[in-house]
């Protein structure tokens, strides 16, 4: 099994000159936890995850919650301010079994996914758990129906 047979092929994606608050907003709204940020020409620059947006707002919070004046800022800026820069991709003609362990090796919890350095899609956990879980209940059903036809 190939990854791009499990793939994600909607990606949600940010420029890097998109504002903080405007990707605050499509994760928020698109319950997203991470978006791949790219170039004009589909490229992978970065990524930016939740954790990276609230680290950046938490020193406001804090403030806040402490009663000092708000500052401002927190929201200022733009998605290539805060992005990981870097980020693994993966083939999507790369065995699956293999970005598997190499996920669970590195403890990833997300690759992008390109085919001549553009973004073809995405592979979450979720993905893989999705496909495992689809593929043994198939099995199983074919499994019973076998049983079924011979009885």
Do not use: Y
């Amino acid at each position: 099994m190939k990854v791009r047979e499990i793939m994600t092929r909607d990606v949600t994606t940010v420029a890097p000159g998109m504002t903080l608050e405007e990707a605050a907003d499509m994760l928020a709204r698109r319950r997203l936890r991470a978006m791949p940020v790219i170039d004009d020409e589909g490229h992978v620059l970065g990524m930016l995850t939740d954790r990276l947006l609230i680290s950046r707002l938490l020193p406001a919070l804090e403030r806040a919650e402490a009663g000092a004046p708000a500052a401002g800022g927190a929201h200022a800026g733009e998605v290539r301010d805060i992005m990981e820069r870097a980020v693994m991709c993966v083939k999507e003609d790369e065995p699956l079994a293999n970005v598997v362990r190499l996920m669970l090796d590195r403890e990833i919890e997300r690759l992008p996914v390109v085919r001549e350095g553009q973004l073809v899609g995405f592979l979450t956990r979720g993905d893989i758990i999705r496909r495992l879980l689809l593929r043994d209940a198939t099995d199983e059903a074919a499994d019973q129906a076998e049983k079924t036809k011979g009885e």
